[in-house]
């Protein structure tokens, strides 16, 4: 099972994207070889807030690059699943938050996805 994480924005009926609203799995691997996943819809329940507020409106330099962006949310009501091995539970939560960054330029190791001229991490917590 281990593999892509895919984070998709939710959509409504006709296609149209669910504003903040995503779609996430995490697959993966324990330390005994049994694979696991983590399915969640995220909904954040606050609009995204930039870093630093209105002051920085998000931007700073990063890494040696002006005009890194950065923002978060937070409230988020998580629904879904854990599955390890055989067994599948649901998950229901409603804390933690949403940290992204967006480099200018590409700020990690080369890539063959395409992602070497700039690229965005989202980390859950």
Not at 66 to 85: A, M, R, Y
Not at 90 to 105: A, E, S
């Amino acid at each position: 099972m281990y593999g892509n994480a895919p984070w998709n924005h939710t959509t409504f009926n006709n296609g149209s994207y669910i504003p903040f609203v995503y779609q996430v799995r995490l697959p993966g691997i324990d330390k005994q070889g049994r694979n696991f996943s983590i399915d969640l819809e995220i909904d954040p329940m606050k609009y995204p807030s930039p870093y630093g507020g209105n002051t920085l409106n998000g931007r700073f330099t990063f890494y040696d690059q002006p005009n890194t962006l950065s923002w978060f949310e937070t409230g988020l009501e998580l629904n879904g699943t854990v599955t390890w091995g055989d067994i599948t539970e649901p998950v229901v939560g409603n804390t933690g938050h949403i940290d992204r960054q967006y480099f200018p330029l590409y700020a990690g190791i080369f890539s063959p996805t395409g992602q070497q001229v700039s690229h965005m991490w989202y980390q859950i917590n």
